[in-house]
């Protein structure tokens, strides 16, 4: 559904380059709305349950502000809010962004020459029927052994710091280490288009209730 011929707005409430640029390669314009939100008091022990619940954070915080904002007075058509969140399990282990350098360079020098899982969730929320629509997807990456220069060169640019587990795997500098990803890329990297697609498709057509989360792995 380009956005040529859409008949409804989106907010997408992320700051995230690559989900901005995912959203855009869709076919979508839209524009941008951040939540405040302290993710780190949000804990779930299940990767796909820590990263649902941070995205239904971020839609609430999201629709807090907007009742103070004219972003929706006078707009006739449907409008739609995508939230979303991504973590990276490396051998059983959730990791978000990294702190310092310290834990950037051992999450990345763990990948090396082997392998983490990527969970990341979409919520779309109508904003005008209230229907909120929320599902989940998982990828695997593959690595070849990462020279110790490139990953000093990833934690000096601050790469590490702006991704879950430090992993960005579009950077030119990561990219030729990637062996395999075993699912879709763009999970990986924070929006799955197909999940998001089916989402607003839902949002759109079914009348207002509470989030339903889907597997989509």
């Not at 990276?88 to 899982?117: L, M, W």
Request: proline fraction near 4%; hydrophobic fraction near 40%; charged fraction near 25%.
């Amino acid at each position: 559904m380009a956005a040529a011929e859409s008949s409804f707005k989106i907010i997408l409430g992320s700051s995230s380059m690559a989900r901005q640029r995912i959203l855009a390669e869709m076919g979508y314009e839209f524009t941008i709305m951040t939540a405040d939100i302290d993710e780190k008091s949000i804990r779930k022990e299940k990767p796909e349950d820590l990263v649902t619940a941070l995205a239904e954070a971020k839609a609430i915080a999201i629709m807090a502000r907007l009742q103070h904002t004219d972003i929706l007075k006078n707009v006739a058509c449907p409008t739609l809010l995508i939230t979303a969140d991504t973590v990276v399990v490396y051998k059983g282990t959730i990791r978000e962004k990294p702190c310092n350098k310290d834990e950037a360079r051992e999450f990345i020098k763990g990948y090396s020459g082997g392998h983490a899982a990527v969970v990341g969730s979409v919520l779309v929320t109508n904003l005008n029927s209230g229907a909120s629509k929320g599902g989940w997807e998982s990828a695997e990456v593959y690595f070849h052994d990462i020279p110790n220069e490139v990953i000093d060169s990833l934690i000096d640019e601050g790469i590490p710091f702006k991704v879950a587990g430090g992993l960005m795997l579009e950077h030119p500098l990561t990219l030729p280490f990637v062996d395999a990803v075993i699912g879709a890329t763009d999970t990986v990297m924070g929006l799955s288009k197909s999940l998001t697609e089916k989402l607003i498709e839902e949002a759109l057509c079914q009348p207002g209730s509470s989030p339903r989360v889907q597997n989509m792995s």
